[in-house]
């Protein structure tokens, strides 16, 4: 069930993400979504920290923590703090294509960002 009786976040994964679990976010405070927030995850194209995720009079803020591959709302790359609606599309980095450089235990989904649904509760 997807229940939140205080103000929360959660990020399910779209079809073309690189794998993880639904995840929920609560604010009691500013939260920073890096790889170890994905579970299995294991995108390599997010960074430690990626991006941080606020609330804010009432509404839900997002901002790219200067990484190489980004962070995107509805598949626009985000340069500043940016609002967070309801159905919005997440992405955490870009795809990366497989070349000689990338370990061969590294499989194709890793190489997938971390795109997620955007579900907001409570706000």
């Excluded at 604010?27 to 170890?36: D, I, R």
């Excluded at 995108?43 to 990484?67: C, F, G, M, V, Y």
């Excluded at 000689?100 to 706000?123: E, R, Y």
Aim: proline share 7%.
């Amino acid at each position: 069930m997807n229940f939140c009786v205080a103000p929360c976040l959660t990020l399910s994964p779209t079809a073309d993400s690189c794998p993880f679990e639904a995840i929920r976010l609560f604010f009691t405070g500013n939260v920073s979504l890096g790889p170890g927030a994905f579970t299995p995850g294991g995108s390599i194209s997010i960074s430690s920290p990626h991006a941080e995720i606020w609330l804010q009079n009432k509404q839900i803020l997002i901002r790219d923590q200067n990484t190489t591959h980004g962070t995107y709302v509805n598949g626009i790359r985000i340069v500043q703090q940016t609002l967070l609606r309801n159905g919005d599309i997440l992405t955490l980095g870009a795809p990366i294509m497989r070349s000689s450089s990338i370990p061969n235990n590294v499989t194709d989904a890793q190489l997938k960002p971390i795109k997620a649904m955007v579900a907001i509760v409570g706000v």
